[in-house]
């Protein structure tokens, strides 16, 4: 081969390789670059994938058992009251007694339940409220006790199966239409009765 053409020959391919060589440089830059950024978004959405994805599934389940839980719902209230007197004289008891109801609800009914510490005569007729429980003890529905001013009335003339010296009296209230009571204390009365005729108050 001729010496010029030997020379020709390699400036072509040295200009050849002065060209492409930058170039390859950048195709693999660029590349590496591509690389980076699909490695980077790849790993974002795995991350996304597995982090608030389940945590905002857990939120949504929470929110939606909260919201289908029953709201508690506070019951009726009403603090009924009994007052009166008891009397006892010759085998006969004399009760007077009086419920109303201080609220904060009205009642639609109240029962009352006066048990006596000696046994009743038998045979004796009751108000027709009333009814025996035992020869001892009287149940008596109040009737309807409203807030405003609305008492119930009761009054017993009964004898004992004998003569006694004294006796005493329970007075509680044994149902109120399902209301709670707070103060309980102003409708449980144990009261102490001689038999001197005299009104015992409670």
């Not at 905002?56 to 009994?82: F, I, K, R, W, Y």
Request: with cysteine.
């Amino acid at each position: 081969m001729p010496w010029d053409t030997l020379t020709d020959d390699l400036s072509e391919y040295r200009m050849i390789c002065g060209y492409f060589g930058p170039m390859r440089g950048i195709r693999k830059g660029v590349l590496g670059v591509a690389l980076v950024a699909t490695v980077v978004m790849g790993a974002s959405a795995g991350a996304g994938a597995v982090g608030p994805v389940p945590v905002l599934e857990a939120a949504t389940e929470a929110a939606t058992e909260a919201a289908s839980m029953p709201v508690p719902v506070v019951g009726a209230e009403a603090d009924v009251a009994h007052h009166g007197h008891v009397s006892l004289w010759d085998g006969r008891v004399g009760v007077w007694l009086v419920s109303e109801n201080l609220g904060p609800s009205d009642l639609s009914q109240a029962t009352v339940r006066l048990a006596f510490s000696v046994p009743m005569a038998g045979g004796q007729e009751l108000p027709p409220a009333c009814l025996w429980s035992s020869d001892r003890v009287v149940s008596c529905r109040t009737g309807e006790l409203r807030v405003t001013g609305g008492i119930g009335e009761l009054g017993l003339d009964l004898r004992t199966a004998g003569l006694p010296d004294e006796l005493t009296v329970d007075i509680t209230t044994a149902w109120r239409d399902g209301a709670a009571d707070r103060h309980p204390g102003n409708d449980r009365h144990r009261v102490l009765v001689l038999a001197t005729g005299d009104p015992y108050v409670f």
